[in-house]
């Protein structure tokens, strides 16, 4: 089903290459080097290292784990910007982390390996010469750039529409708090929504899609404060024992007259990614989480309660 990766498969590769698209940028070695890692019997680099990895001072050592963020840059300065080994192979990125080429020759018609797919559509490649692992074989269709949708992700948050969050409290600016009082804090309503942003990149469509998951407010006094959801408004005539699940006390004063302090909030957001079309075998990812920037702050003023003795 499979033979030797020959010197027409690393063409090949290289010609596939030259039309990769990869939007990271970073610091990193210009070329993923292969030797003096050890290399098998088809000629294969078996580095698991992560190509342009920043805390990798040593490209070529065969015991680097590659426990690394697999997310990371590419091969800055390289042709395009693409990552390719001394043996032409490609790197491709999560969840196969590997050096990527067309097999040599393609599977018969009838192989598993096509997944449905036609043959004259396209071509199987993998990063593993065995094909011992399924995870690491997939479908490119004829023409297709590879990409790494990962990469492609990591570029949309740049320019996701995330919310500024404004923040509100009460008492409200143009009134005053005491120590030991607990103050309402909430960001709009309108300003707590999911957030999406797509890109279609040479045949493959990368959804970016961020839930908001808490709010974390920096209460001014350099203590800072943390909200699951937006918190609740507080409407004028509500009782004073009314919930809310997100408040903040002032415990001291810093000036005796009395504090001022801005409040600003900032809306944290859990992000993943999915891809449709030709993903090189990559269907979704997890980028962990965003804050986003503040928007527009607020004021509060803390006075001490004075006791009267009569």
Known sequence: MFARVSAAAAAAALVVASTV???ATGSGPAWADCPPDPVDEW???LSDTIPGDPGDTDPGDPGDSGDT???????PGA??????????????GPPHNCYGFPLDPQ????????QGHDPAEGAIWSCDPTVSVPGNVWFVPNGAAVIDPGQVAQQLVEGAPFELANAHMAPPPTYHTYINYLNWMWVQQDQWHDVSVSLTVAGATVTLTATP????????????????GPG???????????????SYAYDEMKDPEGDKWTVSARINYSVGWTCTGNC??????????VTALTGNSTSITVYQRQTVVR
């Open 21 to 23: 698209v990869l939007l």
């Open 43 to 45: 000629g294969v680099c």
């Open 69 to 75: 963020d697999p997310t990371g840059p590419a091969c």
């Open 79 to 92: 042709p395009n910007g693409v990552c390719v080994n001394d043996y032409g192979f490609v790197w491709i």
């Open 107 to 114: 599977p018969g018609p009838d192989s598993p390996l096509w």
């Open 213 to 228: 998951s808490y709010t974390s407010w920096d209460m001014g006094n350099g203590e800072t404060a943390s909200c699951v």
């Open 232 to 246: 609740r408004e507080w409407v004028k005539g509500m009782p004073e024992d009314a919930p809310t699940n997100c």
């Open 280 to 289: 090189g075998g990559q269907t979704s990812g997890d980028l962990g989480d």
